[in-house]
């Protein structure tokens, strides 16, 4: 796959939906500057980042009402990209106005549709109901990563790193040779693995002890499943010994969604979205900030590792990498979106 193409024709997550307020927010989505304000009936507007005079980015200007003030001569331009006031100019041309984008707020993100507007498919927009649904809470974040947005999907579709990066935290060495099950159906690529019966980890244990009542050996439950065009979401349960969650009772067990919204920025920079939602103990709101807290500690780890990783490829761009008996999935879901890629370029 060409670097410098993205899978269009697809919804891209641009930003949690709490950031636009009353200012413009610049947003970079598969190499395409955009930027993002709310206008005064909620909604939100998302146009080409230039303004139309000298292409100073509109988000470097102001929000006045509905309108976008250009920093530089003041031109104001709306919700459609009209420019509805430019100096000393009585009616600007036809093209004097600014692109938009289709815009869907949705689960608590807003998400911008990239490619052509005809083809526009609101039902097409990711799925993450856990994000706007009461049995679920959770606070989430977002990272600024310098690397390309494939080498976070790998790293998310194969957990088996959770045992080596996140040793302290999230991972069990058990995680390293535990068998999984790939699934691939058309787009749908999902990942499980099933592990039974091994020690509880550090970070999750607290929440196992206060909910299970057990320190002894759990049944952990990875479900990994890829959401096209680059995101993924991941059922963790930690079960009871032999009470059924493998088979769906999860009345022994608690469960995080580790939900994963990835935006490619550009060929080299990703945005990712996060939150891991849980379905316990959800009126309290001090355990979410303790986990936002946490879970921040333990990313930080991956981003390093994937920024390590991405110089690494930068500076010797013929190297190849070379797959493990681990990879699969993240394999399968490369397939998936060169096909995507392929498809709409
Ligand atoms: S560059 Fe925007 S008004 Fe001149
Ligand atoms: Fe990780």
Redesign the pocket.
Known sequence: MDVQMFWRDQWYAAAWGSEIVDKPVARMVCNEAIVLFRRTNGEVAALADY??????P?SE?HQEGDLLV??????RIDHEGICRY??RTKKVGPKFRANTYTVVERYELIWVWIGNPDNVDESGVPAFPWLSDSRWTGRGGMFEINCDFRLLVDNLMDLTHEAAVHSNSIGQPELLDAPFDTEVNGDDVRIKRHMFGVPQPAFQSTYIQRELKTDGPIDRLQDIRFVKPTNVTIDACFAVPGTGADQGDRSRAITFMVLNIITPSTPTRTMYFWNIVRDFLIEDEEVSEVLQAGINVVFAEDVEVLEAQQRAIEHAPEKRMRMLGIDTGASCVRSVIERGVGATN
């Open positions: 303004c139309p005079h000298r292409l100073l509109l200007g250009c920093r530089y001569h003041g031109v430019a100096p």
